[in-house]
């Protein structure tokens, strides 16, 4: 699997042709917001021909300002779970850019990039030992992240994925033996597993999310594309199938490697940590 050893350039100083001022009402200050081009872990690849970031390598993204702010602490979006959306939208210079329709990666990039801007780079969180379970307080630097390309269009390194020339993949079932060809997770599909997710905790309703998101993500069994049939396979399939694409999924996922080594202040192991996602993340203490 191919990684690119590029960081997110979420604080890096871009090159002076790479910045320039986004459009802003300006004061008497002359002040303008700057823009920074942030490397899309994709690179632009598993978009469609009429998207707009189809085989770009970056995306323009405003610098954080006061009134951005505002959103990230307004009630009625937060009640309704709107505020990281409405702030990527706003970030994005580009208004032909949906953000529903990002990768799952690409976005990720992209609030790594936005909270840089908006509150620097040190991410202070509690974490769990690995080796002991002890919690303590761990700074992470989010500028320090590298980009996992998955595995790419013209590649098949063993995973047993391969790649289609319309963006998605084909893996073979270990115990059906069928072909199951899907496509890459959105910012659209995480919304609506959360809300889906949401709405059965509150009728108390089993969670069915894992089988939820194969039904959305995959595209054809063993070249049959009749929604009926594919979800009632998925219903039945053997656990050891659905496993696999969920694998699959992950190997392929272009994404923002979100690991950094930690030592533990009370057993001294050296361990890599996924860098969790809290509400400090853009709502730090002061």
């Known amino acids: 699997m191919s990684r690119n050893k590029g960081r997110t350039k979420a604080t890096s100083p871009a090159p002076a042709q790479a910045v320039k001022a986004a459009p802003t009402q300006t004061t008497g200050l002359s002040y303008v917001t700057p823009t920074e081009f942030v490397e899309l872990p994709s690179r632009g690849q598993f978009y469609s021909a009429d998207h707009p970031l189809h085989n770009q390598e970056t995306i323009e993204l405003r610098y954080m300002t006061a009134k951005d702010e505002d959103i990230l602490t307004s009630q009625a979006l937060l009640k309704n779970g709107l505020a990281i959306d409405r702030l990527v939208s706003n970030l994005i210079v580009d208004k032909d850019i949906n953000p529903d329709d990002l990768l799952i990666g690409d976005k990720n990039a992209l609030l790594l990039a936005a909270r840089v801007s908006g509150y620097g780079a040190d991410y202070k969180v509690q974490v769990s030992c690995p080796s002991c379970g002890t919690a303590q307080a761990q700074t992470f630097d989010l500028t320090a992240f590298e980009n996992n390309e998955g ?62 998101l194969l039904k959305v993500l995959v595209i054809s ?29 992950q190997v392929v996922t272009p994404n923002v490697d979100m690991n950094q080594p930690c030592e533990c202040s009370s057993c001294g192991a050296v361990t890599d940590v996924e860098v969790p996602f809290t509400a400090e993340f853009f709502w730090p203490k002061q």
């Open 151 to 212: 595995v790419q269009p013209d590649e098949n390194d063993g995973s047993g994925v391969a790649a289609t020339d319309n963006g998605t993949f084909t893996a073979v079932l270990p115990r059906t033996g069928y072909t199951a060809e899907f496509r890459l997770y959105t910012a659209q599909d995480e919304k609506n597993a959360l809300q889906s997710s949401a709405k059965k905790a509150k009728h108390k309703l089993e969670d069915s999310a894992s089988t939820d």
């Open 221 to 249: 069994i063993n070249g049959i594309t009749d929604r009926v049939e594919i979800n009632r396979f998925i219903d039945n399939m053997p656990a050891q199938d659905a496993r696999h694409i969920r694998g699959c999924v």
